[in-house]
């Protein structure tokens, strides 16, 4: 069974960090490409960032470039999201999510679309206040 467990969400003041984990079972880990998500209330979900299985190609959004940082540990079968320097506007439920397609061959920011990914976690929430 695929499970996908998301960590290390909570109430951080503007221009702090947080660091969110991703622990993964079910599946051959370092062969899926995964991705961090997230939903603010009354707003779409929105792809955050993105990492490849393999040799870790990542993928982010343009607006959260330089902010956060996505990265795995394939032995700990482990995603994680640095965030930064974070903003009021950060503030959201963040969840992890797999999915088989090989997104190193989509255009653009088309990793972003969640319907392109199979199996998610229950999300962690991330507050941004002071």
């Known amino acids: 069974e695929v499970q996908l467990v998301e960590s290390g969400g909570g109430l951080v003041q503007p221009g702090g960090s947080l660091r969110l984990s991703c622990a993964a079972s079910?599946?051959?880990?370092?062969?899926?490409?995964i991705g961090w998500f997230r939903q603010a209330p009354g707003k779409e979900r929105e792809g955050v960032a993105c990492?490849?299985?393999?040799?870790?190609?990542?993928y982010y959004a343009d607006s959260l470039k330089g902010r956060f940082t996505i990265s795995r540990d394939n032995a700990k079968k482990t995603v994680y999201l640095q965030m930064d320097d974070l903003k009021p506007e950060d503030t959201a439920n963040y969840s992890c999510?797999?999915?088989?397609?090989?997104?190193?061959?989509?255009?653009?920011?088309?990793?972003?679309?969640?319907?392109?990914?199979?199996?998610w976690g229950q999300g962690t929430q991330v507050t941004v206040s002071s």
């Open positions: 990492i490849k299985g393999g040799d870790g190609t990542t």
């Open positions: 999510a797999v999915t088989a397609v090989p997104v190193q061959n989509l255009p653009g920011e088309i990793w972003k679309q969640p319907l392109l990914y199979d199996y």
């Open positions: 079910g599946f051959t880990f370092d062969d899926y490409p």
